[in-house]
């Protein structure tokens, strides 16, 4: 079994209207000094397999299919 961790964040200069809001929130919640809030996505997945650049090649392709629009979206893959 192999776990994997992909982390799907906005490309640098998409607005993040999303962040934008947390920022604000902080700063209204009495958090000061919060410079810029990027919100993302995290997924943990389990592969059923022993070899491990056949799932990050499987996970990269679920990536590019599904988790992620890569139009304005980045991806990380970590393996554990």
């Known amino acids: 079994m192999i776990k994997a961790r992909v982390t ?6 998409v607005l993040d209207p999303q962040g934008k809001a947390i920022e604000g929130a902080l700063g209204a919640l009495g958090f ?3 410079g810029q809030v990027r919100q993302g ?3 943990d ?3 059923d397999s022993a070899d491990r ?3 990050e090649a499987n996970i990269k392709t679920m990536c590019e299919k599904l988790l992620a629009n890569t139009v304005i979206e980045n991806y990380s893959i970590s393996l554990a």
Do not use: Q, R, S, Y
């Open 45 to 47: 997945l389990e592969i």
């Open 32 to 34: 000061g000094g919060i």
């Open 41 to 43: 996505k995290v997924f």
């Open 53 to 55: 650049a056949a799932a």
């Open 8 to 13: 799907v964040t906005l490309k640098n200069g």
